[in-house]
């Protein structure tokens, strides 16, 4: 209601007496549910009884408004004598008309917007095989985006008629034309152009064997040691959330997580709020592939996720359970701003040069602490949720100590 946000009665009257006035209390309501503080709601409701007052003026009859009464309104605002008071204004009046007009579309006062003609950001075949990644193999939609990207020079080297496609042909392109590029993202190429081929093998449109003439981008994914933390730096990450906030409550919530169950970003952002039986104990995970896990919730976990629910999270119609903090409240868009939230929490915990810092260096050292605290491969396995041992295997060199005294000396006493 806008008598929740002002209180001269000649005012109440006068934002009520517009074409407008019959949706202002409407737009108030959607503009609060959205979780707008109360000063820019104020601003935003000005633009909207000024925008009314504007068009009724001209003679602009409520149902024919649209973007482009929008822009004629914001035209007007510089030069505009009709408010006594309109200073101060101009920077909230633009977008308060642009969520008063999308209020409207969904009251169907309006019509809806038309759509933009738009040009697919790719080639018809790439279009078709992102599709048939998410349908058939459970790839999220980000993946099957960057595939797309690396196939571009692809397709604009070798054609989309993949009837003209040749083992010499592509092979000379990955060894000719990723020459230049660093090994990881030649690695991602030669995965996005191998999956694209079994696309093509699928529809009929290659020979089967054609994929395994991808030349192999040498990887030796044990060569290297975990990026983790201590145990008494992430206790530091975790604790340095101010939990008098809204904003910390989230960031304490969703660091615990990460920190006790080594989620990944991605099983952040698509947890709801259904995903967590209480009365069980246990948490409901969405990994990749469409796989679905339960996992025990932790005691601090738990109460970090259900003091959040409580005193920190937005009202929201939403069944994800992380939004954003301003408004309008949302839920997170990708998996960068889990990223970004640690990011923050490493920066507050001032812990100096960590491994890295994103969302995995927790998982990490999740998993770490698991393996020092006595757990098994195994048991890292069924928590991490991998599917091959050997991305287990890669957490069993922690021990630095211990590798030095089971290394063999260099064949011969030469130096390595």
């Known amino acids: 209601m806008i008598s929740d946000y002002f209180e001269a009665p000649w005012r109440l009257a006068r934002m009520r007496a517009t074409s407008v006035g019959p949706y202002i209390d409407g737009f108030s309501m959607a503009l ?10 104020r601003g935003y409701l000005r633009a909207a009884d000024h925008f009314g007052r504007w068009a009724d003026l001209r003679g602009v009859i409520i149902t024919s408004w649209d973007d482009d009464v929008g822009v004629r309104f914001g035209r007007h605002l510089p030069r505009c004598k009709c408010i006594k008071g309109n200073k101060g204004i101009f920077k909230n009046a633009g977008v308060g008309v642009r969520l008063l007009l999308a209020y409207l579309r969904t009251c169907e006062v309006l019509a809806p917007a038309k759509p933009t003609p738009t040009t697919p950001k790719f080639a018809p075949l790439a279009e078709r095989f992102a599709d048939w990644m998410v349908r058939h193999r459970g790839v999220a939609p980000s993946t099957t985006a960057r595939y797309q990207r690396m196939l571009q020079p692809f397709l604009g080297t070798l054609g989309e008629d993949p009837s003209q496609y040749s083992v010499t042909a592509i092979r000379a392109y990955v060894i000719e034309q990723l020459s230049d590029v660093g090994r990881g993202e030649t ?7 191998r999956a694209f081929l079994r696309f093509l093998v699928a529809e009929g449109r290659v020979h089967s064997g054609i994929p395994h003439c991808v030349p192999t981008v040498p990887q030796w ?4 040691l975990p990026r983790y933390l201590e145990v008494p730096d992430v206790e530091r990450v975790v604790k340095n959330c101010d939990l008098t906030t809204g904003h910390g409550l989230r960031d ?7 920190a006790r169950l080594g989620l990944r970003a991605g099983d952040i952002v698509r947890m709801t709020v259904t995903d967590i039986d209480w009365r069980g104990g246990t948490l409901r995970v969405h990994g990749k592939g469409r796989r679905e896990v339960r996992l025990p919730l932790p005691q601090d ?6 003091a959040y629910l409580e005193r920190g999270r937005p009202r929201s119609s939403s ?11 949302r839920p997170f868009a990708s998996s ?7 990011r923050v929490a490493l920066n507050r915990a001032g812990i100096q040069n960590p491994p890295s810092r994103g969302a995995h260096l927790l998982r990490h050292s999740a ?7 006595g757990g098994s491969l195994d048991t890292i396995a069924t928590v991490l949720r991998h599917r091959s041992p050997d991305t287990t295997a890669y957490y069993a060199k922690v021990d630095v100590e211990m590798l030095r005294e089971v290394a063999q000396p260099w064949p011969g006493g030469a130096a390595c």
């Open 252 to 258: 304490h919530a969703i660091l615990l997580l990460l």
């Open 187 to 193: 690695r991602t190429a030669v995965t996005a152009i």
């Open 32 to 41: 609060t549910d959205a979780g707008y503080s109360p000063f820019t709601i």
């Open 319 to 329: 069944e994800r359970l992380f939004l954003t903090v301003n408004a309008p409240t």
């Open 221 to 224: 994914r044990l060569s290297s």
């Open 367 to 373: 998993a770490t602490a698991m393996l020092r605290a």
């Open 301 to 306: 976990v738990g109460d970090a996720v259900l």
């Open 336 to 342: 960068a701003t889990i990223s970004d939230i640690v």
